[in-house]
């Protein structure tokens, strides 16, 4: 009897947890296809972008995952169309693949709500390369306002700007909070790190939206905390190098900002809509398919599509939300789905198990969303954080990688410090439009570091990096 052909395109959580599952019954030949070779673990994404723990952390390689599945094949390849009456999908060297079975598990990408253009300004989080990307930013920009002498510029590289107060903008925020308050304290002599300014912008009434409303308070007080300006119904209306305009209560502002991170929104992935363009199915505003009580595409009973590819069905006209228990559950699914048919049997409907969420501030900070848990699971501070660190130690995927990564934030958190803060990529230097002279140089008979330079741009009677007009120090 001939192998029943699964082909899963994607290896995040849906599509990996699908392969993960198949690959263990003989009766089905397992192709998962990915344009990267690694799996990552994308709830920690954001501790990459801020200088915490490596790429190599919280990626594994999916041949290495999957290397004891016998009937499992991973190819590296970008899958770009489909022909769902010959039941092939096409790959970008002109490859086609050939299947039975389809689970569509490709994810999502950054929207920016129809003004591509800010993309370039405002980069998003969504992959290893965006992480690094968002990293050298970050570390860009306090060296160009160690160096630069106009105030107003050390300004705009001293204000961080996040876009988006969902569970991404407001870790992205805290870690932010944490890197300008302790992390980065005395590496600096022209500046204060402590002065940086952050913003986080979210256009509705209140940060984290799936959230009881209790629990989005608290998020917010331990934001400021932190230093972090929060600012709730703004709305961006422009976005460029220098600044970004946002509205309030219809009053147009202009904020100066040279490092703006974008967290606001997503959409399906290109080939996903190319399925529903196909199958004739229909998307949301966004692009994901909106498939049926089991998953399927409407009309192709064939074809599965899971996590952030799809509107998944849950309760009270609800979809199941954006994170990544929504996708390993469903990828667990659709594989168990495709062997029950085998035997004969109806998978019935896919049913969504609600385990919550948590969301980290920084050191000692977060708030979860656990409902089941009763109150336990409405917790804010140091247990939040605490729940935290134990979910994503036991969700990371290899043994070595989860080892690492705790050794690296128990260092963290008695040192304070981020022992990834490379800057890497391109330009590796800041743009700097009027560089100044070193605010502490050495004493020339004794050699000690004692004696400050020029202050940078401000009366010699203010300190190193002040406005002249503002009688606080640094920025």
Not at 36 to 55: C, D, E, K, M, W
Not at 137 to 155: D, G, P, S, T
């Amino acid at each position: 009897m001939a192998q029943h052909r699964v082909l899963i395109v994607g290896g995040g959580f849906g599509g990996l947890n699908a392969a993960r599952v198949l690959g263990r019954d003989a009766r089905v030949a397992v192709t998962l296809v990915d344009r990267r070779n690694f799996h990552t673990f994308q709830p920690l994404l954001y501790q990459v972008a801020t200088g915490a723990i490596s790429p190599g952390d919280i990626a594994q390689p999916l041949r290495s995952i999957l290397r004891k599945r016998a009937n499992t094949t991973v190819l590296l390849g970008e899958a770009v169309g489909i022909d769902v009456e010959r039941r092939e999908v096409v790959l970008s060297d002109g490859g086609p693949l050939p299947y039975d079975s389809l689970i569509v598990a490709t994810g999502a990408r950054h929207s920016y709500f129809g003004n591509d253009q800010w993309a370039a300004d405002a980069p998003g989080l969504k992959s290893i390369d965006d992480a690094l990307e968002i990293r050298r930013r970050i570390l860009i920009a306090f060296e160009a306002a160690e160096r630069e002498q106009n105030v107003e510029r050390r300004r705009e590289w001293m204000t961080f700007l996040v876009i988006g107060g969902g569970p991404t903008g407001v870790e992205l925020a805290g870690a932010l909070g944490e890197i300008a308050n302790d992390t980065l304290r005395r590496d600096f002599r022209s500046i204060r790190s402590p002065d940086a300014r952050i913003i986080l912008v979210e256009a509705l009434d209140r940060i984290l939206p799936p959230y009881p409303p209790g629990r989005s308070r608290s998020a917010k007080q331990q934001l400021e905390k932190l230093g972090v300006d929060v600012r709730t119904g703004t709305r961006v209306i422009d976005v460029d190098a220098h600044k970004v305009t946002v509205v309030h209560d219809g009053v147009e502002e202009a904020i100066p900002a040279r490092t703006t991170l974008w967290a606001a929104g997503v959409q399906a992935s290109t080939f996903a809509r190319r399925v529903a363009e196909a199958a004739g199915a229909e998307t949301d505003r966004a692009g994901r398919i909106i498939v049926g009580p089991d998953l399927t595409v409407p009309g192709h009973p064939e074809i599965f599509a899971v996590g952030d590819a799809a509107v998944q069905p849950w309760k009270d006209g609800k979809p199941v939300p954006g994170i990544a228990q929504g996708g390993i559950q469903a990828g667990t699914w659709a594989a168990k789905a495709v062997l029950a048919r085998l035997d004969g049997r109806d998978p019935g409907r896919f049913r969504y198990t609600d385990k919550g969420d948590v969301a980290v501030i920084g050191r000692l900070h977060g708030v979860t969303n656990i409902r089941w848990l009763g109150p336990l699971g409405r917790q804010g501070g140091m247990v939040a954080w605490m729940m935290w660190l134990a979910i994503h130690i036991f969700y990371l995927i290899g043994f070595a990688n989860r080892m690492v990564v705790l050794i690296r934030w128990a260092w963290s958190f008695f040192t304070s410090g981020r022992g990834t803060r490379l800057i890497t990529g391109s330009p590796l230097l800041p743009p700097i439009e009027e560089p100044a002279p070193p605010a502490w140089v050495p004493d020339a008979d004794t050699g000690d570091a004692s004696r400050p330079a020029a202050t940078l741009g401000a009366p010699d009677s203010a300190p190193a990096g002040a406005d002249a007009s503002d009688d606080r120090p640094g920025i």
